[in-house]
């Protein structure tokens, strides 16, 4: 690998990380135990939230969300196409439907007013794409915070309420984000929801390689969430092999094997104590941008809400290619060309091999997020890009954008 070559990501793991994983190493204990409960504490008091359970992804996170709210086979699941796999396989593990909905153009979030119509032709017993013709009805929605900027919670917490509706949202972005909630309040992303699934994979906004916590008020499904992790066993499980643990445990359900490692929790510990300080670390570069990138012909550049704080998780702008006379795929081409890698978020999941020929979705279904797929790219941003990256990186884009006007 090319030395000078700009990595869209580096995970920002400092001395703190490391002598807390050695320290883990040194134990004698690797998986799930005591730092994991830390973690979970830690989390919980960060996120305002009263139960956090700790996992080994969003995946799973998002799995046992949907299991703890008794999703079943036939069931209705609202799901943004404008997202990661993992947003809508979730339903699919229990041969639930995902129905894909549009995304706003202003912030590549679920569309609402879309979700709100899909519902009441649901309900009607109109035909919806994804809809199979016997089902039982709609369970839930999974909005996604897309790449940090929340979406309009307050409107989905009103949706959900009129039409009974479990609210489970994709917080994979927002560590940390935050939005005013309909008194005016600060709430941190994911606050709203029944069930708030984080991510800290490799490259998220903090990080314990491979991770994930889902968040709820909810004692019962906090719970079961924990007991599913971890096989379907007893409560606690994980003290099994301590000193105030015992060698009897019970099956209650068939589960799975979810839990976060300490060694994963021994960084994601320390992540959490710099979340507030990458987060304005990543502000920063997105205001940078803003300015090194305004006024770009044929370029639209991402842009904070009011009432909301954006993670800046991605920094995603929109080539218009009738304007730059350059398509986003030769920009990314030409962007690696010039030592620097760039990213799409996202291919939407109806332009996808299995969800067009599971069910007969095609191009055109949802215009904004074709629209959207079809420009965007995203930029590196994370804590620790130096000031001459950055400049490099913006150099390179002016000078690709402007080389074929
Ligand atoms: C929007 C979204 N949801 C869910 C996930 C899944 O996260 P994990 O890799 O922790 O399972 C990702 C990961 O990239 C994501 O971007």
Known sequence: ?????????????????????????????????????????????????????????????????????GLKEGDLVIVPTMTFAATAEVVRYFNAIPVLVDVNEKDFCINLDHAEETIRKIKSGKKVACVPARHNGIKAIIPVHYGGQPYDVNKCRRLCKKHGLFLIEDCAHVCPAHYKDEKGKWQYAGKGADIACYSFYANKTITTGEGGMATTENEKWADRMRIMSLHGISKDAWKRFTKSGTWYYEIVAPGYKYNLTDIGSSLGIHQLKKADKFMAERKRLAEMYGKALKGIPGIILPKEKPDTKHSW????????????????????????????????????????????????????????????????????????LKKSEFDRICTALKKILGACR
């Open 1 to 69: 690998m090319n030395k000078n070559f700009i990595n869209y990501h580096r995970p920002a793991i400092g001395r703190e990380e490391i002598k807390e994983v050695i320290s883990c190493l040194k134990s004698g204990w690797l998986t799930t135990g005591m730092r994991t409960k830390q973690f979970e504490a830690d989390f919980a008091k960060y996120a305002d939230a009263k139960f956090a359970v700790a996992l080994n992804s969003c995946t799973a996170a998002l799995h046992l969300a949907l299991e703890a709210i």
């Open 313 to 384: 998780h991605l920094y995603v702008i929109r080539i218009d290619s009738a304007i730059t006379g350059i398509h986003r795929n030769e920009a990314y081409n030409m962007m690696k060309e010039a030592g620097i890698g760039c990213s799409v978020h996202y291919i939407p999941l109806h332009m996808h091999p299995y969800y067009r020929e599971k069910y007969g979705l095609k191009n055109g279904d949802f215009p904004v997020a074709e629209k959207l797929f079809d420009q965007c790219l995203s930029l590196p941003i994370f804590p620790g």
